[in-house]
C-alpha cells in the first residue's frame, strides 16, 4: 500500500503541488481568523471552509473555479443557519439533513459545478453538527467561512495558481440518461436512503455523535458510480477509519491537545488528504481520521471511547450505502466501466490527433489537455474496475482479464505520454508515416468503441524515429484490447 501511495505517477507533481497548495491556502485561513479574534470553533469552522474550497473545487478552467468558489458561501452560508436554527429541532434537523444529503448527490447532473457546491452544502451542514453550532455562533461563523474561503481563493488564483501554465484536468461526468435512468438521479436516492437508514442507526449508538454515520454514508458516495465502486469504497473506508484510530491512540490521545505538536501533525494530516486522494482512498480516510481526532484534542474532548464511536458509527453509515446501493436502484459495475472505458478510448484518438496535428505544424495544436483529461478517464475506469480487481473478489477469470484491460490502457497512456513530448520538439518533423499510423489508431478506436472488427496489429519495420516508436506501440496494445473487451460472458467487465 505505501509502495501505491510513493511510487504512483505524478505527472508534472500535480498531486505534490495539490498538497503543498493546500497546506499554505489552510494554514493561511486559519490564521486570518486567529488575526480577526474568532474562537477555536470559528478557527476550526474556517479552516474546514478553507479545506473544501481547495479540495472540492474541480472545474476545467480557472475562471470556472474561481466562479464555483465564489459561490460556496451562497450555498454554504444557508445552510449553515438553517443547521443552527434547527439545533434544538431533532426532527426537522433530521429531515432537512437528508433533504440536504439527496440535494447535493442530485446536483452533481450538472458536473463538477454541481459536485463542488453540493459537497460544500453537505460538509456545512455536517460541520455544524460537529461544533454544536447555535444562532448565537452564527456571526462569527459566517465571518470565518467568508475570510477562509478568501483566503484560500488568494493562494489559489494569486500566489500559488500553478493551474495558468499547467492545463487543468475537468473531473469527468457521470454517463448520462433521463429520469431514474440518469445515474446521478439513482444515486440521489440511494444516498437518501442509506443516509436515512446511518440516521436512525447512528441515533441508536451515540446520541451525540450520529452524524458520523451520515458523514460516512456520503463520503462512500462522493466519487463512485456503480454498486461495486460504492461497495469498494466503503470496505476502503472502514480500513482507513480502523488505521486511523490506532494511529490516533498511540499519537492524538497522547498529545491531549498540545498546541504546537497537534498543529504541526494536523498539517502533515492536511498534507496526506489531498497527495493520496487521487491514488489511495484508504489512506485519505487514515488522513482525515487523525486530522478528526486532532481537532477533537484540540477542543477538549477526545478520549479512547470517543474513537470506539467514530469506528461503530463508520461502520453504521458503510452499511446503509453498502445497502442503498444493493437494494435501492442499483447501478451495474458492467454498464458504467463500458462508459468510462470507451470515452478513454476517444480520448487516445483526440490525444494522437492533437500529437499528429502538432508535428505537422499546425497552428493551435495542443495534446496537453487531452493527456490531462485521459489521466482523468482512465482514474475513472481504476475507481470503476476496482470490485473485480479486489483481493477478496472470488472469479479469478474476470479479475484476469480487468487487470490486462487495466495494463493495456496504462500500455496506452504512457505511449501517449511519450508521444505528446516528442511532438513538443521544435525538431520534431512529420511525414506520411505518421499520418497512416494516427489513422490506424482512429480505426482501431472505431472498432472498439463501435462494435467492428479490430484490426489485426500487423509488425511494422523497425521505427528509429520516437514519434513512430510511440505509435506502433500505441497501435499494438489496442490491438490487443480487443481480446478482453469482446470476451463473452466471462469477460471481467460482464455481469459484475
Request: charged share 15%; hydrophobic share 55%; net charge positive.
Amino acid at each position: 500500500m505505501l509502495k501505491r501511495v510513493f511510487a504512483a505517477p505524478d505527472p508534472g507533481r500535480t498531486r505534490l503541488r495539490f498538497a503543498a497548495r493546500a497546506v499554505l491556502g489552510i494554514g493561511l485561513a486559519v490564521l486570518v481568523c486567529g488575526l480577526a479574534g474568532h474562537s477555536l470553533v470559528g478557527a476550526v469552522t474556517g479552516g474546514l471552509a478553507a479545506l473544501l474550497a481547495l479540495f472540492t473545487v474541480t472545474d476545467a478552467t480557472v475562471r470556472g473555479q474561481a466562479v464555483t468558489t465564489a459561490l460556496l458561501p451562497a450555498v454554504g452560508l444557508p445552510v449553515l443557519t438553517a443547521a443552527a436554527v434547527l439545533h434544538d429541532h431533532p426532527v426537522a434537523r433530521d429531515l432537512t439533513f437528508l433533504a440536504v444529503v439527496g440535494t447535493g448527490v442530485y446536483a452533481r447532473r450538472w458536473g463538477p459545478r454541481g459536485h463542488s457546491l453540493g459537497v460544500f452544502a453537505f460538509m456545512t451542514f455536517f460541520v455544524a453538527q460537529f461544533l454544536h453550532a447555535t444562532t448565537d455562533r452564527l456571526p462569527e461563523l459566517y465571518a470565518a467561512v467568508l475570510l477562509s474561503v478568501a483566503a484560500a481563493a488568494t493562494v489559489r488564483f494569486g500566489l500559488w495558481c500553478y493551474e495558468r501554465r499547467l492545463p487543468a484536468a475537468a473531473v469527468p461526468a457521470p454517463p448520462g440518461g433521463t429520469g431514474l435512468a440518469r445515474i446521478t438521479t439513482r444515486q440521489a436516492v440511494q444516498a437518501t436512503a442509506g443516509a436515512g437508514f446511518a440516521l436512525v442507526v447512528g441515533h441508536l449508538v451515540s446520541g451525540d455523535r450520529w452524524y458520523w454515520a451520515v458523514g460516512a454514508t456520503w463520503w462512500v458516495f462522493v466519487n463512485t458510480t456503480s454498486r461495486g465502486e460504492t461497495l469498494v469504497r466503503g470496505f476502503r473506508r472502514v480500513l482507513g477509519t480502523v488505521i486511523g484510530i490506532g494511529l490516533g491512540l498511540l499519537i492524538a490521545v497522547p498529545l491531549d491537545g498540545a498546541v504546537v505538536p497537534t498543529v504541526v501533525l494536523a498539517a502533515a494530516s492536511v498534507f496526506g488528504i489531498f497527495y493520496t486522494a487521487a491514488v489511495s482512498y484508504t489512506w485519505m480516510m487514515l488522513s482525515v481520521t487523525l486530522l478528526a481526532e486532532l481537532l477533537y484534542g484540540l477542543l477538549g474532548v477526545l478520549t479512547p471511547g470517543l474513537l470506539a464511536v467514530r469506528l461503530a458509527e463508520t461502520g453504521v453509515g458503510a452499511l446503509g450505502a453498502a445497502l442503498a446501493v444493493l437494494l435501492v436502484l442499483p447501478v451495474t459495475t458492467h454498464a458504467v466501466t463500458d462508459a468510462w472505458i470507451q470515452r478513454a478510448l476517444r480520448c487516445v484518438h483526440a490525444c494522437t490527433a492533437e500529437a499528429a496535428a502538432r508535428l505537422a505544424g499546425t497552428e493551435g495544436a495542443d495534446p496537453a489537455p487531452r493527456v490531462a483529461e485521459l489521466e482523468q478517464l482512465l482514474g475513472r475506469v481504476r475507481l470503476s474496475v476496482a470490485p473485480l480487481v479486489h483481493p477478496l473478489n472470488p472469479m479469478y477469470g474476470r479479475k484476469r482479464r480487468a487487470r490486462r484491460v487495466l495494463a493495456l490502457l496504462d500500455d496506452c497512456a504512457r505511449e501517449i505520454r511519450g508521444l505528446v513530448a516528442v511532438a513538443a520538439d521544435p525538431e520534431a518533423s512529420h511525414d506520411a508515416r505518421l499520418a497512416a499510423a494516427c489513422w490506424r489508431v482512429e480505426a482501431a478506436v472505431e472498432a472498439l468503441t463501435g462494435g467492428g472488427a479490430v484490426p489485426a496489429h500487423a509488425e511494422r519495420p523497425h521505427a528509429v524515429e520516437p514519434a513512430l516508436v510511440h505509435l506502433h506501440g500505441l497501435e499494438r496494445a489496442l490491438a490487443e484490447l480487443a481480446a478482453p473487451l469482446r470476451a463473452p460472458s466471462r469477460s471481467p467487465l460482464v455481469g459484475a
